[in-house]
């Protein structure tokens, strides 16, 4: 399969290890696997301006960062999204990203999808797997899988195990 890891997170931290934990199992499964650290992307949020279901015919007015995600929501067979929750949700910047899918209406290829989320306290998850849930429904993709880590967890040897022993199980 072609995965995109699509990694939240404005820096290189806990979810960059989750998602380089993931794409080491996946390849080492014969995936061939794409990181794109959409946190540190300049993205804007969706305008709503509908140019992408007008003249734009499936491209966005904003001309930004995006473009370099496009191309993985058309050729992915999976969509990994690994973010660190922000005040009991996903980032800023992922969600931009997840919802500038808008102008394509849904990922062209992915059928299956898997969350990584990555937090300090121990149980802020649900709003993000909520979120994530309904939209990997209303997609069409079938989740595989979401693993979380919390405070000591973060960057755990125990955590980087789970993690590539998922991707590799694929
Ligand atoms: C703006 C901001 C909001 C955060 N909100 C929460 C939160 O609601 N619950 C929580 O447990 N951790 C929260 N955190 C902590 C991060 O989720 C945690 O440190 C995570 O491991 C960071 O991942 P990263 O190193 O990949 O950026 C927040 C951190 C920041 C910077």
């Known amino acids: 399969m072609k995965i995109a890891i699509l990694n939240g997170s404005p820096k290189t931290g806990n ?3 989750m998602a380089n934990a993931f794409a080491e199992g996946a390849k080492e499964a014969g995936h061939e696997v794409e990181i794109l650290h959409v946190g540190k992307m300049k993205i804007g949020g969706c305008l709503a301006c509908e140019y992408c279901h007008g ?3 499936g491209t966005c007015v904003q001309k930004d960062d995006m473009e370099k995600v496009m191309p993985a929501y058309k050729e992915a067979d999976m969509i990994v999204y690994t973010s660190p929750i922000y005040y009991f949700g996903m980032t800023a910047q992922i969600s931009a ?3 500038r899918v808008y102008a394509i209406g849904k990922p062209a290829k992915a059928k299956k999808a898997a969350l990584l ?3 300090a306290s121990p149980n802020p998850f649900s709003g993000a797997i909520a979120t994530y849930k309904d939209m990997v429904a209303f997609t069409g993709m079938e989740n595989a899988g979401i693993i979380t880590a919390s405070g000591d967890e973060n960057g755990s040897a125990a955590k980087m195990a789970e993690i590539k022993a998922f991707a590799k199980a694929l």
């Open 15 to 17: 979810t960059a290890a």
């Open 55 to 57: 003249k734009g015919a």
């Open 117 to 119: 989320l990555s937090a």
């Open 97 to 99: 990203a997840i919802q």
